[in-house]
T-cell receptor
């Protein structure tokens, strides 16, 4: 079965620091990958997604992620975080003909002003 | 356009009670989903539906039931509530499967004591 791993459970950064959140998936075939974000008190919303083509995907609010097939990874990056980026970040994967997203356990990001 | 709405926002149940969590979407999406989110565990799919009258089990369906009589509504029924069902429940919808973005509701925080 498909699994998604997010090894950083809680990350604390100061404003202007660079961010990289890890995400690894287990499926070896065609896979679609997503990053969702949940700001405090708000709905989960899509940050970015990868289906095919350029492995470097750009999303909203300056976030980007790189799909590295050989490493089964889809890490989320931002060069300079802001206090408003404090949120929980979820990586998710959809494999082959599956209809179901598999979510990672999430990473809580706290940005200190 | 309200998106995905859920009621109630919070609920406390006693062991053995039953309740229905309501979910409505106004985007005319075919697909709807119910997830539960436990601390440190990410989102687990309970049930999903690909259209009115069609539902299917997800990863953790035991103790729950669903129905889909209209495109807009996808209620989740808990029979004989148990402490293990204490969680935050999210409803989501999407136009189609796979590559289509899932839109999430605000969640229902349920405590069973």
């Amino acid at each position: 079965a498909q699994s998604v791993s997010q090894h950083n459970h809680h990350v604390i950064l100061s404003e202007a620091a660079s961010l990289e959140l890890g995400c690894n998936y287990s499926y070896g075939g065609t896979v679609n990958l997503f990053w969702y974000v949940q700001y405090p008190g708000q709905h989960l919303q899509l940050l970015l997604k990868y289906f095919s083509g350029d492995p470097l995907v750009k999303g909203i609010k300056g976030f980007e992620a790189e799909f590295i097939k050989s490493k089964f990874s889809f890490n989320l990056r931002k060069p300079s975080v802001q206090w408003s980026d404090t949120a929980e970040y979820f990586c998710a994967a959809l494999s082959g003909s599956a209809r179901q997203l598999t979510f990672g356990s999430g990473t809580q990001l706290t940005v200190l002003p | 356009n309200a998106g995905v709405t859920q009621t109630p926002k919070f609920r406390i149940l006693k062991i053995g009670q039953s309740m229905t969590l309501q979910c409505t979407q106004d985007m005319n999406h075919n697909y709807m989903y119910w997830y539960r989110q436990d601390p440190g565990m990410g989102l687990k799919l309970i049930y999903y539906s690909v259209g009115a009258g069609i539902t299917d089990k997800g990863e953790v369906p035991n103790g729950y039931n669903v129905s889909r009589s209209t495109t807009e509504d996808f209620p989740l029924r808990l029979e004989l509530a148990a402490p293990s069902q204490t969680s935050v429940y999210f409803c989501a919808s999407s136009y189609g499967a796979g590559v289509y973005e899932q839109y999430f509701g605000p969640g229902t925080r349920l405590t069973v004591t």
